[in-house]
C-alpha cells in the first residue's frame, strides 16, 4: 500500500542547472480557486512543506491575474521567496480587456516583449528574480540571436537566473540553444496517457542525451481521463483502475503520476490542483514503482493496438 509520508526529492534539471522538486505546483488555475490572500499564503505553506518547493507560472495564466493573485499571497510573509522556485512563461499575447488594441492571439519572441513581460512578471509577483524564465510556445517568427541577446542581459542585470522553453521541438530547442552562453534548462511538453507524442517525436531524447529534464504539464490530460467518452478515454480508464488494484494506491491520478515518472527522461509533473489532499496524492504517488509491463499496458491501452 502506498504510505501518506513520502519524501519529495530535490532535482538537478540540467548540468550547471537549479534545483527544483521533482514535483511542481501549478498555478494556472489560481484565479478560479477562490482564496483569499491568506488562504494561498496557507496552500503555499502547506505544499512547500511536503516539499514541492518549484511553483509554475505564466504571465497570461488568469487574463493576467494569476501571478498578481500569488504576490498578494507572497507578501504576506516574504521569508516564503527563498523557500521556493519560481517558473514563469512569456510570449503569448491574448487579446483581452487589459489589452484592448490587440485584434488577434499571436506570439510575440522580440527582445521588447521579453523585457515588458519579465518586468511586468516581477512586478506582479513582487520578487525580484525569476528563478527561470521559459518562452511557452514556438513562434515562428522568433529571431534566435535576438532571443539569445534578451536572456543574456537579463542574466546579466540579475531579472532571471535560468531559461528554458515549453512545447519547443527538438528542432526549435536545439536552434535556440545553439545561439546561447547559458544552457536551456528545460523544455515544458505535454505527457499524459493520452498524449505523450513526446516520448516519440525525439523530444524526450534529446532530453536525455542532454542531461535536461522536462516538465510535464496536463498529466492528467485536463481530467479527460476521468470523464472522458472517447474509446481512448475508457480503454485507458480501465486499465488504469486494474494497475491501480494491483499496487495499492488509492486513485488513478496517482498510477498516472507513476507513469509518467517511469520515462528514463524523468519527468516532473506539475500539480494542477488548488487542493492540498490532491497534492498530498501527488507526493504520495511518488512510492508507486510500475513495472515495464504495467507502463506498457497502459500505452497498448491508449494506443489501441499492441507495440509493432
Not at 532535482?11 to 488562504?39: I, K
Not at 505564466?58 to 487574463?63: K, L, T
Not at 537566473?161 to 546561447?180: A, D, M, T, W, Y
Not at 505523450?196 to 532530453?207: I, K, P, W
Request: charged share 25%; hydrophobic share 40%.
Amino acid at each position: 500500500m502506498v504510505s501518506n509520508v513520502t519524501a519529495v526529492s530535490k532535482v538537478t534539471m540540467a548540468p550547471n542547472g537549479p534545483e527544483f522538486s521533482e514535483l511542481v505546483q501549478g498555478y494556472w488555475r489560481l484565479a478560479d480557486w477562490g482564496m483569499t490572500p491568506q488562504q494561498r499564503l496557507t496552500f503555499l505553506k502547506q505544499h512547500i512543506e511536503l516539499g514541492v518547493t518549484t511553483v509554475d507560472h505564466a504571465d497570461i495564466y488568469g487574463n493576467y491575474e494569476c501571478e498578481r493573485l500569488f504576490g498578494e499571497a507572497l507578501a504576506l510573509d516574504s521569508s516564503v521567496r527563498e523557500q521556493i522556485q519560481i517558473v514563469s512563461k512569456c510570449d503569448i499575447k491574448l487579446c483581452s480587456d487589459k489589452y484592448p488594441g490587440r485584434k488577434i492571439n499571436h506570439y510575440d519572441t522580440s527582445a521588447k516583449h521579453i523585457y515588458e513581460s519579465v518586468d511586468n512578471s516581477l512586478q506582479r509577483l513582487g520578487v525580484n528574480e525569476l528563478d527561470v524564465l521559459l518562452i511557452h510556445r514556438p513562434d515562428v517568427l522568433m529571431d534566435a540571436d535576438e532571443v539569445a541577446d534578451a536572456f543574456n542581459e537579463l542574466y546579466k542585470i540579475g531579472k532571471v537566473k535560468h531559461f528554458g522553453v515549453s512545447n519547443f521541438s527538438p528542432r526549435q530547442f536545439e536552434l535556440l540553444q545553439s545561439r546561447l552562453s547559458k544552457p536551456l534548462v528545460t523544455n515544458q511538453v505535454e505527457i499524459n496517457p493520452l498524449n505523450f507524442e513526446v516520448a516519440h517525436d525525439g523530444t524526450l531524447d534529446q532530453l536525455q542525451q542532454l542531461r535536461v529534464l522536462p516538465m510535464a504539464w496536463s498529466t492528467l490530460a485536463g481530467g479527460e481521463i476521468f470523464n472522458g467518452k472517447s474509446e481512448q478515454a475508457k480503454r485507458v480508464r480501465e486499465e488504469l483502475e486494474a494497475i491501480r488494484t494491483e499496487v495499492g494506491a488509492a486513485s488513478i491520478d496517482q498510477v498516472i503520476y507513476a507513469w509518467v515518472k517511469r520515462l528514463p527522461s524523468n519527468p516532473l509533473p506539475i500539480i494542477g490542483s488548488g487542493k492540498i489532499e490532491r497534492v498530498k496524492a501527488a507526493v504520495a504517488s511518488l512510492e508507486i514503482e510500475l513495472t515495464r509491463e504495467q507502463w506498457f499496458r497502459v500505452w497498448v491501452a491508449a494506443k489501441g493496438h499492441g507495440v509493432p
